[in-house]
């Protein structure tokens, strides 16, 4: 039985930005940006210039991840959910790009491919284009013209565990779901029973009319592919995951590696511009992991003054803790933790005095 079709509410257009010749307006008359010198240039051309750097890049393997769309959601029910999973597939058929992982957010979506980064601006042009009709079809805000990505090349086999851990790790990181257990995305076949029994209809034993509904098109698929009822196009039809088991044969391997990883999911949030909030017990472990590593084994209650900067600065450096988490797990005080941080001994003027960053409580 066909799924009953959501009624489609179109919602208003928006007017689009004019241009004068020396500053940047909105519909209502108010600068947004002044263009005299060049040098504060409208997200309108800049994300155009993004695109013509990616362009020029090379095959390869990429993180590709989408902005997050702050105060606003990419996908607000299963329905819209499902589409993406089928767009996503659809992408890398269209324009040859190999899928090795992936996961829909609320706001934002991460992808591993490979391919040229010709085919990676289409893929994202494509995906945002189709996003966006949904998004108008359901009633809600488009996405904004310069809706943007980032593409981060994957260079070793190291940094290619790394982005696996990471976008497996995302709905964790966002208190969405445990890692694998997220039914948007390609987590839940690697390692896991679940992708066998998560199957749906092949497309080659859909009607013409069913798979155009499900396409949102008139394209050509593989006959293979399948068609959940309720999460749209299953990955198992279009990521492959001979790449994944090459990397991470253990499955303890792999599972330890996912949640204690910490130094490499901090390295790829700063390439990706994507902020992390450590819990209580992940900023404990953290700590405790470095002071047997860094300190002989000492607890912390053993460490000098001098010792308790040193780590504080390590702390605050490769991990992002603010200076009051610091100053509250080393029992110090901020003041303290500050002066560390400041001091050309220590922290090297790694920050300032007002230094807010990444870890909260």
Not at 100 to 129: Q, T, W
Not at 170 to 178: A, D, W
Request: hydrophobic fraction near 35%; aromatic fraction near 12%; include cysteine.
């Amino acid at each position: 039985m066909e799924k009953r079709a959501k009624k489609r509410v179109r919602a208003p257009a928006k007017k689009p930005l004019y241009i004068s010749r020396m500053q940047i307006f909105n519909n209502k008359g108010v600068k947004i940006v002044n263009t005299d010198n060049g040098s504060d240039l409208c997200p309108m051309f800049e994300y155009k210039k993004q695109y013509k750097e990616y362009r020029t890049w090379g095959s390869g393997y990429y993180h590709l991840s989408t902005d997050g769309w702050k105060d606003n959601l990419l996908f607000h029910d299963e329905e819209e959910y499902a589409n993406g999973m089928t767009q996503v597939g659809m992408a890398s058929l269209l324009y040859d790009l190999t899928v090795y992982s992936f996961v829909l957010m609320p706001n934002h979506i991460h992808m591993i491919v490979s391919g040229k980064g010709e085919d990676c601006v289409n893929a994202f042009v494509y995906l945002k284009r189709k996003l966006s009709s949904c998004l108008r079809q359901d009633g809600h805000e488009p996405l904004p013209e310069d809706y943007c990505f980032k593409l981060v090349p994957i260079e070793t086999k190291e940094q290619m565990r790394s982005n696996y851990l990471y976008v497996a790790r995302n709905p964790y990181e966002k208190h969405i779901s445990t890692p694998g257990g997220y039914e948007w995305g390609s987590g839940y076949l690697f390692h896991s029973h679940l992708g066998r029994y998560l199957r749906g209809i092949r497309a080659d034993e859909m009607s013409a009319r069913e798979l155009c509904r499900q396409l949102q098109s008139r394209e050509q698929v593989p006959g293979h592919w399948e068609f959940h009822p309720d999460l749209g196009l299953t990955p198992l039809s279009f990521v492959k995951t001979d790449k994944f088991y090459e990397l991470f044969p253990s499955i303890k391997g792999y599972e330890s590696r996912l949640v204690k990883d910490y130094e490499s999911f901090v390295q790829l949030s700063r390439q990706l511009d994507e902020e992390i909030e450590w819990t209580q017990e992940e900023m404990a472990d953290i700590i405790s992991r470095h002071v047997q590593m860094g300190f002989g084994g000492k607890r912390i209650s053993d460490l000098n003054m001098e010792e308790k900067g040193m780590l504080a600065v390590q702390l605050f450096g490769k991990f992002g803790f603010v200076p009051e988490v610091i100053a509250q797990n080393l029992k110090m005080s901020v003041y303290l933790v500050k002066q560390f941080l400041q001091s050309k001994d220590f922290g090297k003027g790694l920050a300032p005095a007002n230094a807010r960053l990444g870890a909260k409580m």
